[in-house]
């Protein structure tokens, strides 16, 4: 098969555009997606400083390179989450990529901020992976606030995207479907919120990371056996095969046609936020939802018969 674009003997396959690409090719092909998302939704204004959350996956660490050729101000934003069998290694490949391309790097150690995973797993009633998302989240905005960063970027890719909108139109769920898109204006103390690679399939980032050598952090968390939508992506996937650019015409067709009818709802609905009495990040309580859960943990890990004798109790 040749290049679509050069006619030199190609390397990858791209079965969603129909096409294939030699490297070079497929490398200006990525960039033009990146290119073309940040232009159509205004995600970064020139002068704007850029924090990119960084777990250590192909998406984050592809994200920041990318954004970094453009000549875009990035610093990557780690949140260490305090996890034995899998933190340790995933910061060291943050800080091993960071370091090898001269990238500026904050790391959060929720052990220190008294929120590892593992104890909210022991001792918070809700699924680990809803609390642990909660709490990142809670941070890269934190951080970019009280660090002057005006936008926060996440590595989302096209298959995230339509798998979190399919499994949010199943349910019909409103406020959630108000919330998605690729670019969150900030409001209300919130950063806004981009995700530049929305238009590039997780095969398309995965051929990036592997082409520029990228070191990634590909073991999964000992806590991702219930993560959501693998059974969407898997439906998706016999959808894109059967009919290519399926994706894409409904995330596509999403932003325009059916995102704005919800924002209206979701405005009408909307709280009033003011920030936090502990932390001060915004919220619609008195004390925002992770400081609830760190007085959680430091409550019940003082109440832990198990944990008396070890000392660890505090
Ligand atoms: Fe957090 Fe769940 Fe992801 Fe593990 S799988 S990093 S617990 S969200
Ligand atoms: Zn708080």
């Known amino acids: 098969m040749k290049c679509r674009k050069c006619k030199a003997q190609a390397e990858i396959p791209l079965p969603s555009h129909n096409t294939a ?58 949140v260490d989450l305090g996890i034995p069998a899998s933190s340790p290694a995933a910061r060291a490949k943050v800080q091993g990529f960071c370091q090898r391309h001269g990238l500026d790097l904050r790391v959060v150690e929720l052990e220190k901020e008294g929120l590892p995973i593992p104890d909210v797993k022991r001792y918070v009633n809700r699924p680990v992976c809803s609390a642990c998302g909660k709490i990142k989240r809670h941070w890269f905005n934190r951080v970019a606030l009280t660090e002057g960063f005006q936008v926060l970027a996440t590595g989302h890719n096209l298959d995230d995207e339509v798998a979190r909108l399919f499994a949010n139109t199943l349910r ?80 596509d ?36 939802g992770v400081c609830r859960l760190a007085l959680t943990v430091a409550e019940r890990r003082a109440a832990d018969p198990s944990l008396q004798s070890g000392g660890h109790a505090g």
Not at 31 to 57: D, F, N, W, Y
Not at 184 to 190: Q, Y
Not at 279 to 285: D, F, H, R, V
């Open 253 to 288: 067709g999403f932003l325009k046609n059916g995102r704005p009818a919800f924002a209206r709802l979701e405005q009408e609905a909307g709280l009033p936020l003011a920030p936090c009495a502990r932390c001060g990040s915004p919220t619609s309580a008195e004390i925002c």
């Open 172 to 251: 019909w769920d409103a406020s959630y479907l108000s919330d998605q898109g690729p670019c969150l204006p900030a409001e209300n103390g919130f950063a806004r919120k981009i995700k530049p690679l929305y238009r590039l399939t997780e095969y398309e980032t995965a051929c990036y990371a592997f082409l520029n050598g990228i070191d990634i952090h590909a073991a999964p968390c000992p806590y991702s056996g219930k993560a959501s939508f693998t059974g969407h992506k898997r439906l998706w996937a016999d959808l894109e095969h059967t009919s290519p650019g399926a994706k894409i015409a409904f995330y």
């Open 21 to 78: 690409f030699c490297r070079e090719c497929f490398s200006a092909f990525f960039t033009g997606q990146v290119e073309k998302a940040i232009r159509r939704h205004h995600m970064i204004e020139p002068g704007e400083r850029v924090l990119v959350a960084l777990s250590g996956g192909k998406d984050s660490l592809s994200l920041m390179l990318e954004l970094a050729r453009l000549g875009h101000d990035v610093t990557g934003l780690h």
